[in-house]
């Protein structure tokens, strides 16, 4: 057993210690940079539909970056979205490490007060690599890919990760949702959208990911992004439910809400797979808080949609 141990982890603690080295003599201090960029953030509950709107601005020329930097839709998770996951790995495990920082789970939220502990004064970039490369297991990205990320985030910093990805650039992460005031404090021209979906079909089909699944869950998580508006006004919200009933109404909707039409010609057919539709919303009253917190979602949706 211990022999099966050092064998998976020796490799990866020799790299590290090169990347730490490397690290301790070239890196910069950056912790007051602050973008001009206006990078779009999709945030959303998993499994509410943030990999389809994803998918979809990338038509309106929004980019998620290079292929090496995003999680592939390989392994167990593949059947969930076999087109991809359009999820940037680094702010994947970012998210994952904040929430431990904070002692919490994706399935276990913080508190609002837990999360505003968090600056980015007390962030160590070579402590969220650590865990990155050796704590989190991510099959799903290849280690020469991971080791590119890293000494780019050592070279570069954090802010131009992101604003390297390209003149529109825009990160999906359904975690992130809970941090959205770091993300202003360093690309304060920041726009968001959030896509929620109908509470019965987002649980039923979370139940997939965690066991931990609840309508207390979906309370937590909408709370964050409903507060998000007190924030910044470039929010807007959308629902995944009317998406699949009035897909036109959406795209004129979202066009509005944009400003702009996409750079390439699509139908929104060609991005809905049916299939992959497997939970349809029950249409049961629902009980407080979760009536307040979903329609309060609708009431500030760019398509309006109460089921």
């Given at each position: 057993m211990i022999n099966l141990v050092l064998r998976k982890y020796t490799p990866r603690l020799?790299?590290?210690?090169?990347?730490?080295?490397?690290?301790?003599?070239?890196?910069?201090?950056?912790?007051?940079?602050?973008?001009?960029?206006?990078?779009?953030?999709?945030?959303?509950?998993?499994r509410s539909g943030t990999s389809m709107l994803t998918q979809i601005m990338t038509y309106y020329n929004y980019n998620i970056g290079e292929d090496k930097e995003l999680i592939q839709p390989i392994g167990t998770l593949k059947n969930l979205n076999p087109n991809g996951f359009?999820?940037?790995?680094?702010?994947?495990?970012?998210?994952?490490?904040l929430?431990?920082?904070?002692?919490?789970?994706?399935?276990?939220?913080?508190?609002?007060?837990?999360?505003?502990?968090?600056?980015?004064?007390?962030?160590?970039?070579?402590?969220?690599?650590?865990?990155?490369?050796?704590?989190?297991?991510?099959?799903?990205?290849?280690?020469?890919n991971k080791i590119h990320c890293y000494f780019r985030l050592i070279n570069r910093g954090i802010v131009d990760y992101v604003d390297s990805k390209g003149d529109n650039p825009m990160i999906k992460i359904p975690m992130l949702s809970f941090f959205y005031l770091l993300l202003l404090e360093k690309w304060p021209k920041s726009k968001f959208l959030?896509?929620?979906?109908?509470?019965?079909?987002?649980?039923?089909?979370?139940?997939r990911l965690t066991q931990n699944t609840?309508?207390?869950?979906?309370?937590?998580?909408?709370?964050?992004?409903?507060?998000?508006?007190?924030?910044?006004?470039?929010?807007?919200?959308?629902?995944?439910?009317h998406i699949l009933i009035e897909p036109e109404v959406f795209m004129l909707k979202l066009n509005s809400f944009l400003d702009q039409k996409p750079f390439e010609t699509f139908k929104?057919?060609?991005?809905?797979?049916?299939?992959?539709?497997?939970?349809?919303?029950?249409?049961?009253?629902?009980?407080?808080?979760?009536q307040k917190c979903y329609g309060e979602l609708c009431e500030n949706s760019i398509n309006h949609c109460l089921l």
């Open positions: 020799v790299i590290f210690y090169f990347i730490k080295k490397y690290y301790q003599l070239f890196a910069k201090e950056r912790k007051n940079e602050v973008s001009d960029k206006k990078v779009l953030w999709v945030l959303g509950m998993f359009y999820e940037d790995f680094i702010f994947a495990d970012l998210s994952r490490y929430l431990k920082k904070l002692n919490r789970k994706g399935d276990d939220p913080p508190s609002q007060n837990e999360v505003e502990t968090l600056t980015w004064d007390n962030f160590n970039l070579i402590d969220f690599i650590r865990f990155s490369f050796l704590e989190m297991y991510e099959d799903r990205v290849l280690p020469t959030v896509t929620y979906r109908h509470p019965s079909a987002v649980l039923k089909s979370s139940s609840h309508y207390s869950l979906y309370v937590k998580y909408h709370e964050f992004l409903i507060n998000l508006k007190n924030y910044t006004s470039e929010v807007g919200y959308i629902s995944y439910d929104l057919s060609d991005i809905i797979d049916p299939t992959l539709i497997r939970n349809k919303p029950d249409l049961d009253p629902l009980e407080e808080p979760l």
